[in-house]
């Protein structure tokens, strides 16, 4: 199985370079190999190789930046996805194609499901939504895997800022009123290779680590987890910060978009393992002192 990924120098896109190169035939475009908002390029590039496999790992995922740039945030996350689609058709190849919890509102105090109605509140989660129908409407088996949270070593995230945080101060906030579930890009890789059959999975997928929490109980275990491993710390405890008090987000964001994974455990009889477990097996691959 031949297989193509975009975003390859991502958090995400890296990971499954990484993680696929001994057991695929694999290939990968990083932002300066191929850059998604210049499309004649993307048909020219593209349109000449030969895959089974399309993996989109590539976005603009600056949610305050897309809020200012909201062309760009288009034609990146929501024309390019649709011209991949129509390369994919033309090729019967598969295109997988990551899209985000941010998609929902947050009102939900539940986990949302792939029926759930998505209401987007930012310019980044409109983008994403009109990318996902984008692909949908090519109607070839596509597959929109929708994530939240994503971590990982091959890109700093939230739980590598507040550990860094920690080794620098002794005083460390998070939120305490936003939920939703760490995502490890391992275990992205470790559940993408069931859906690259055409026939396994067409439409919209949610995959998170399973649980949810907030930003300080994230960041919180995270210390926890450093301490368990003998990284040095100066900052021990997570103090709450409101989501109110966070003013020079230009962006909204949902408070609730927590995804809920039953359709990838009815689909695959597999679960997602608890977002603790992952992040505690991250920190002590890629931390541990011991
Ligand atoms: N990170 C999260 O918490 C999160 C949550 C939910 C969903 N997701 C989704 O998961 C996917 C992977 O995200 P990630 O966490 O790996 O984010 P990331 O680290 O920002 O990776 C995105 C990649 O896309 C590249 N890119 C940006 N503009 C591009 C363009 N015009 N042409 C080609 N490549 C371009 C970026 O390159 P440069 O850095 O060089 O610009 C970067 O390598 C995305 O679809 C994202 O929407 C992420």
Redesign the pocket.
């Known amino acids: 199985m031949k297989i193509v990924i ?10 499954l370079m990484r993680e696929y190169r001994e057991k695929h035939d694999l290939s990968g ?4 190999q ?5 499309l004649d390029d993307v048909r020219g590039k593209l349109g000449a190789m030969n895959f089974d496999v399309l993996i ?7 949610v305050d930046a897309c809020e200012t740039e909201r062309d ?1 945030a288009f ?3 929501a024309e ?1 996805p649709g011209v991949l689609a129509e390369i994919c058709n033309e090729k019967d190849a598969k295109l997988i ?6 998609v929902f509102d947050g009102e939900k105090r539940a986990p949302y499901t792939e029926e759930d109605q998505a209401n987007p509140i930012s310019a ?1 989660g409109e983008s ?1 939504l009109a990318g996902e129908k984008n692909v949908l409407a090519a109607e070839n088996g596509h597959l929109v895997v ?6 990982g070593p ?2 700093p ?2 739980v590598d800022a507040m550990i860094k945080r920690a080794q620098q101060d002794e005083k460390i906030d998070a939120i305490s009123d936003k939920f939703s579930t760490p ?1 490890y ?1 391992h275990d992205i890789a470790d559940m993408l290779p069931d859906f690259f059959d055409r026939r396994v999975g067409g439409g919209i997928l949610h995959f998170a680590n399973a649980g949810k929490c907030t930003w300080q109980e994230y960041a919180q275990w995270a210390l926890d987890c450093c301490g368990d491993a003998g990284v040095p710390l100066k900052g021990k405890t997570v103090g709450a910060l409101k989501l109110s008090k966070m003013t020079n987000w230009v962006a909204r964001r949902p408070v609730y978009s927590v995804l809920s994974t039953a359709k990838y455990a009815e689909l695959t009889g597999r679960a997602s393992r608890a977002w603790r477990d992952a992040v505690a097996d991250y920190i002590t691959r890629f931390y541990s002192k011991k």
């Open positions: 975009l975003g390859a120098g991502g958090r995400l896109g890296a990971a475009f990083n932002h300066t191929l850059d998604l908002a210049n989109n790992a590539a976005a603009f995922t600056n760009r034609l990146i996350n390019a194609h990551f899209s985000t919890d941010y980044y994403k929708r994530v939240s949270w994503v971590f091959d890109r995230s939230f995502t890009t």
